[in-house]
């Protein structure tokens, strides 16, 4: 049998081969090893992703139904609002007895429609008013028994009028006292408040109350210089019918009060009296304060207005000059009157304008 020899040689080249086999095994295990971590990392990452975007889709779904909601919320909040506020605004103006400014034209067109001779009058009336008096627009005045004093008293407040003297010098909430203890008129437990026909021995406490009504709000008013700020006060004030009845029966008092101060003064004859209390106590129905009180006050603000002896008596002891543009007097010398046709210089002046001598509306002043 023949001996088998390896040469050393060949045995080194297949050591060779056997090493290089190991080194290809272990590669081709690495790359498998690095093959299959990029495999898994890439699935793991795919699997968050599913998950994130799922999350990612549940929010965007629940922020857009979310915005969707806060829209149609606000949406619904201001329709809301607007309703109210409209709502409001209705119930002022439906309250308010002096209603916002409008045209002159227009109302004068509205109101005077038709062929007539006095629509016709009346429409050139409103006509001179625009050209030559340059009043470009008027504030409609509730037509009740109230509707002069109510007119005056809106004009003397909205443009700021302080107290007349004489009231500065008084406590004008001492006059119901005054005139029923200190000059013994009993009898004014007999004064009615407009449409409130109340007699007794409860006529001071309320007309105490009216003249508290007339001095705060007046003070309070007058002491407003923003105009805007002013201008809403007296809204607010003239659509409170409770307030603004107490104003002018305090009103109707204080001319009581100067009738009563005037007639004494006459009696005594300590000082002369302006001449309009001789025209009023020249009346067969005012002879005295208390047919004044019961033929005139009483009524006014329930059948009666003032008349043109009463409106001398409001200008005069409110100490300002009242401008009236009469209109069914227009192309006479009545067109326009002062009341008083005799007063100060340094007395403020307001103007009304009246189609029939009995409801009255403020004219508003362009340039």
Excluded at 37 to 51: D, G, N, P, V
Excluded at 230 to 239: D, E, I, Q, V, Y
Aim: charged share 25%; proline share 3%; aromatic share 14%.
């Amino acid at each position: 049998m023949n001996n088998f020899s390896v040469s050393p040689c060949w045995l080194i080249q297949l050591r060779s081969v056997y090493t290089c086999a190991s080194c290809l095994c272990l590669l081709c295990k690495g790359r498998h090893e690095v093959w299959s971590w990029k495999t898994a990392s890439k699935e793991s990452l795919c699997l968050m992703w599913q998950k994130v975007k799922v999350q990612l889709m549940l929010s965007m779904s629940f922020l857009t139904a979310l915005f969707w909601y806060c829209r149609r919320l606000y949406s619904f909040l201001a329709q809301l609002l607007k309703r109210w506020s409209n709502y409001l605004q209705r119930q002022l103006i439906r309250n308010l007895s002096v209603l916002p400014e409008v045209d002159l034209l227009g109302y004068s067109a509205r109101e005077w429609k038709g062929e007539t001779k006095q629509a016709k009058q009346m429409r050139e009336a409103y006509e001179e008013l625009f050209r030559s008096c340059h009043i470009k627009y008027l504030r409609q005045v509730r037509r009740d028994n109230y509707s002069v004093v109510r007119a005056v008293l809106f004009q003397i407040f909205s443009q700021g009028i302080p107290f007349p003297l004489w009231m500065k010098e008084r406590d004008i909430l001492k006059l119901p006292e005054k005139l029923l203890y200190s000059q013994g008129c009993n009898w004014i437990q007999q004064y009615s408040f407009g449409p409130e026909r109340y007699t007794g021995p409860n006529a001071f406490g309320k007309l105490r109350k009216c003249m508290e009504v007339l001095k705060t709000n007046w003070a309070e008013i007058s002491a407003t210089r923003d105009y805007e700020e002013r201008g809403s006060m007296c809204n607010t004030l003239f659509s409170d019918e409770s307030k603004e009845y107490k104003l002018y029966e305090a009103i109707k008092f204080i001319m009581l009060y100067e009738v009563v101060e005037a007639y004494e003064q006459i009696k005594s004859r300590d000082e002369p009296v302006h001449n309009l209390f001789s025209l009023l106590f020249a009346r067969d129905s005012s002879s005295d304060p208390l047919s004044f009180m019961m033929n005139h006050l009483n009524s006014i603000g329930d059948s009666i207005c003032l008349d043109q002896v009463e409106l001398f008596l409001l200008g005069y002891l409110l100490q300002v000059k009242i401008r009236v543009y009469r209109l069914h007097r227009f192309n006479t010398e009545e067109f326009q009157v002062n009341y008083p046709d005799e007063y100060r210089r340094e007395w403020s002046e307001i103007c009304l304008l009246t189609e029939d001598d009995h409801y009255y509306h403020i004219p508003l002043f362009r340039t």
